[in-house]
């Protein structure tokens, strides 16, 4: 039996033509059959099926970044869904990464990337891992159009309906619901009114950094309101709890500064932590920032830690 074109590893095989790896398989019986698969469409990767029957066995097919990925094997014939999603799944996540492609963490935000034209784009910024997924998703599944988004979208893999908002080629999902029936004025008040906390740092959505400054902006656009700027904070926060009072009083970047710490942390911890933040000056800002922690009784350094009083 020839294995012409099939390169054996220690555990796998390949199928090689002059300098381009077709596909990487399991089994030398799998690498053969594609193989000859191959050659009856000349080579041809655009011509490859989804589904191949073979033996009573259905291999189902993915053609990803010019090469071929088995996806599954069936006794009997998959339907067209099962096979949709299995292909679906695969494109997302070619390379079984933790987050599949296209999305990033840095410390709790999930971000998507993409390079176009040789740049680098972000098209959003989110909070958990769903929303970056279903975005990504989307995107995906339309040429990463970010146009293509209307005000509510469904999500199939979690069976919720988002409301979607595209700013500044920025895809925000405010919220989710169970069902179709959203009042968005109301979505989009209580999204304004979280910018507006970020802003003041009275709640930390590092998400949501590109918006402190266009809250006005978008309460025009959007006609709807944030909450008042003057926050109350009720009969919880006593007078004597000077210490309180200054947390809340703190300037947003001071506030993600004194939030950084944790217990206590090192420098360099507190710029890893803050790396989303990072311009031009941003070591300096960090560090005129401790100093202002430090005067203000917040915090004290012991050796290379910085503590919370």
Same mark, same amino acid.
């Given at each position: ?16 033509? $002059? ?8 089994s030398l019986e799998d690498a053969m059959l594609i193989r000859d698969l191959l050659v009856s469409i000349g080579w041809n990767l655009d011509d490859i099926p989804q589904i191949i ?72 910024? !989110? ?26 979208? !469904?999500?199939?893999?979690?069976? *919720? ?10 895809? !925000? ?8 029936d959203i009042d968005l004025d109301e979505v989009y008040g209580e999204f304004l009114t979280r910018i507006s906390k970020h802003k003041y740092g009275l709640a930390n959505y590092p ?8 809250? $006005? ?26 210490? *309180?009072?200054?947390?809340? *009083? ?7 500064? !004194? ?6 942390? *090192? ?35 012991? $050796? ?6």
């Amino acid at each position: 039996m020839s294995e012409k074109y099939i390169r054996k590893n220690k555990k796998s095989c390949s199928i090689v033509k $002059g300098s381009h790896t077709f596909a990487r398989l399991n089994s030398l019986e799998d690498a053969m059959l594609i193989r000859d698969l191959l050659v009856s469409i000349g080579w041809n990767l655009d011509d490859i099926p989804q589904i191949i029957e073979k033996d009573g066995n259905y291999l189902i097919l993915s053609v990803y970044d010019e090469k071929i990925c088995l996806l599954a094997k069936y006794r009997q014939k998959p339907d067209e869904d099962t096979v949709e999603k299995l292909v679906k799944k695969h494109r997302r996540n070619p390379n079984n990464s933790r987050y599949g492609l296209n999305i990033s963490r840095i410390m709790n935000t999930y971000i998507i990337t993409k390079q176009i034209a040789g740049e680098g784009h972000i098209f959003g910024m !989110y909070d958990n891992l769903k929303d970056a997924e279903f975005v990504r998703n989307f995107l995906m599944d339309h040429h990463w159009n970010v146009n293509e988004f209307g005000e509510i979208e !469904y999500d199939e893999d979690t069976d *919720t309906y988002k409301a979607v908002l595209v700013i500044d080629e920025c895809v !925000y999902v405010l919220d989710s619901f169970d069902s179709a029936d959203i009042d968005l004025d109301e979505v989009y008040g209580e999204f304004l009114t979280r910018i507006s906390k970020h802003k003041y740092g009275l709640a930390n959505y590092p998400h949501l950094d590109r918006l402190k400054n266009k809250i $006005g902006e978008l309460e025009d656009e959007l006609n709807v309101k944030a909450a008042d700027d003057v926050w109350i904070f009720g009969e919880g926060i006593e007078e004597e709890d000077a210490l *309180t009072d200054i947390i809340f *009083t703190l300037a947003p970047f001071e506030k993600s500064v !004194y939030d950084a710490i944790d217990s206590m942390a *090192t420098a360099d911890e507190i710029k890893h932590k803050l790396i989303r933040f990072k311009t031009k000056n941003f070591e300096e800002k960090i560090s005129r920032n401790l100093d202002g922690l430090i005067e203000k009784g917040l915090i004290k350094k012991v $050796g290379d830690y910085y503590i919370k009083c």
